[in-house]
């Protein structure tokens, strides 16, 4: 079943939820990446003009990616797994 997204400018309202999923990913654990530092890094990157930009998933707003794009060029997007403290929703 295929699933419905809003993807949509982030807030800082987004940026402690999207940090925790991102610092509970297996691969941003092995670089040891923390929610803590995720937050002061997403806070930075809105306050510089970065585009940021949440993705949401369904009528319950689950945030569940990410898009981050610097004005230097660097682009990182990301999603959430649902094996990372998610339940897979169809």
Known sequence: MLHEFVIRPMT???IPEVSRW??????WQRYQVRALHLVAQFAA????????LAA?????????GF???????????????P???REARA
């Not at 949401?56 to 569940?64: L, M």
């Open 12 to 14: 800082p309202d987004d």
């Open 22 to 27: 991102v610092a509970a990913v297996p691969l």
């Open 45 to 52: 990157a809105l306050e510089r003009g970065h585009i940021l």
């Open 56 to 64: 949401d998933r369904g009528a319950q707003d689950v945030s569940c």
């Open 67 to 81: 898009v981050w794009c610097a004005p230097q060029g660097a682009v990182w997007p990301q999603r959430v797994p």
């Open 83 to 85: 094996a990372a403290g």
